[in-house]
């Protein structure tokens, strides 16, 4: 996702991991090659100089490790500063009132009214809260009847008056509306900082006196968000921002720098163009992804949203029992394409960010693995017979697949079983 960054942190570990040690010398050439990437990343220059200084700091004074290169003892410092930088643990948010009131501001092009949305959307689902979206764009043609329809697409109303020309007297009437614990106003923006849009927010701020005032910044525009949400703190105060188009070629600008510069968390990230794609900002989850260390933190949580706590208990006792069934992998292989697509969920993975080009594509290998499970009778799926040569036509022809592809599959799953058993066994006697 930061390209150039992480490969340049990575070939920084690559190149130290030839020494035995940190030295001087050392901390001094992997700090002048990082602080030049994190500047050629936008980052802010005030935030590359203080990471720079206390990476430099913590290096020079470390211990030794025993059995750790100096590469992944300098990672472990840069990782942890970063996490530093950005806050060091995932923020919240306070309903502290009924309702909650949350305005949104920002430039326009930052992607506001969809974030609206898509913030009403994670709010109702995961919270479990009931939101009302306010339609208080009177500038941009569209921006109501586009807020209209995310609204109808996640099931939250939308309140709006399409005759009113004074946003003041919209959100007032809003804020009238019974049966709503959370309402969320979606402010007009600008193609850049004026004083009419900051007279017309100051405005709205006293109107409305909300508990949160969101700044939604694009990622991709690096430097320029983080001195735009810098302007915005200033004149009418921040509570928290929302990051958005973090799935596309960001730089690291924004996400490094906003927090420091402004004081305040940022406390969403935009990552997709569904309504679901927004997700609560975790420092230690970006710092991972900046290094190139994979994504295991949002990885678990996408897992702990399609496998319920009894689920996991039952699958590990089949895994460790040899149990594990046909039926039990299909049931596992629809939960995986629930949770996105699958070269994705790879790259969160440690170690797995650069997958090679000819991959193939694993949506379809998935496909075809399903086609043949599906093809098996119940008895074949349970695994309650012999796979005899003309079982294995039957399902070679059934899933329009060849022989060879039926007998790699049953090939695997006897591994992958034996596999599963012999770790159990590991398991026991390593608890013994």
């Keep these: 996702m930061f390209g150039a960054l992480t490969d340049t942190f990575q070939k920084i570990v690559k190149s130290l991991s030839r020494d035995k040690e940190l030295t001087e010398a050392n901390i001094a050439e992997a700090a002048r090659t990082a602080r030049m990437a994190l500047l050629d990343a936008d980052v802010n220059y005030s935030v590359v100089s203080q990471l720079i200084k206390k990476v430099k700091a913590e290096a020079v004074g470390s211990n030794k490790i025993k059995g750790v290169n100096a590469g992944d003892q300098f990672l472990k410092i840069v990782h942890d500063k970063l996490v530093e930088i950005m806050g060091g643990e995932e923020p919240k948010i306070s309903f502290k009132k009924t309702p909650t009131k949350i305005l949104l501001c920002g430039l326009q092009g930052a992607g506001k009214t969809t974030h609206a949305a898509k913030l009403a959307h994670f709010l109702k689902k995961k919270w479990h809260k009931n939101p009302l979206l306010v339609a208080l764009?009177?500038?941009?043609?569209?921006?109501?009847?586009?807020?209209?329809?995310?609204?109808?697409?996640?099931?939250?109303?939308?309140?709006?008056?399409?005759?009113?020309?004074?946003?003041?007297?919209?959100?007032?009437?809003?804020?009238?509306?019974?049966?709503?614990?959370?309402?969320?106003f979606d402010t007009a923006g600008r193609l850049h900082i004026d004083e009419t849009l900051m007279q017309e927010l100051?405005?709205?701020?006293?109107?409305?006196?909300?508990?949160?005032?969101?700044?939604?910044?694009?990622?991709?525009?690096?430097?320029?968000?983080?001195?735009?949400?810098?302007?915005?703190?200033?004149?009418?105060?921040?509570t928290n921002s929302i990051l958005t188009m973090l799935d596309g070629t960001t730089r690291a600008g924004a996400a490094l720098s906003i927090r420091e510069i402004t004081g305040k968390p940022l406390l969403f990230e935009g990552v997709g163009e569904k309504i679901e794609d927004l997700r609560l900002f975790n420092p230690v989850s970006m710092a991972d992804r900046i290094l190139g260390m994979g994504d295991l933190i949002n990885l678990v949580k996408k897992a702990e949203e399609e496998f319920s706590k009894d689920e996991e208990k039952e699958m590990e006792k089949k895994m460790r029992t040899a149990s594990f069934t046909f039926e039990d992998f299909l049931k596992q292989m629809r939960a995986l394409k629930r949770m996105g697509p699958l070269k994705g969920l790879l790259k969160m993975m440690p170690g797995m960010g650069d997958l090679p080009a000819d991959l193939g594509d694993p949506e379809k290998e998935l496909a075809k693995t399903e086609a043949m499970i599906l093809s098996m009778t119940a008895k074949e799926r349970q695994g309650n017979v012999e796979f005899i040569p003309s079982r294995r036509k039957r399902i070679a022809k059934g899933s329009g697949r060849s022989i060879d592809e039926v007998n790699r599959l049953l090939k695997s799953f006897k591994e992958l079983r034996q596999m599963a058993k012999h770790f159990s066994s590991m398991k026991k006697q390593f608890k013994m």
């Design 137 to 184: 764009d009177l500038q941009r043609p569209g921006a109501i009847q586009q807020l209209q329809i995310l609204g109808s697409q996640i099931n939250v109303p939308v309140f709006a008056n399409m005759d009113e020309k004074n946003p003041l007297k919209i959100a007032k009437a809003a804020l009238k509306e019974g049966n709503f614990d959370v309402l969320i």
């Design 202 to 238: 100051a405005m709205l701020k006293k109107e409305i006196d909300p508990e949160e005032i969101f700044f939604v910044a694009n990622a991709a525009s690096g430097q320029d968000a983080v001195t735009t949400a810098q302007e915005f703190n200033q004149k009418i105060g921040i």
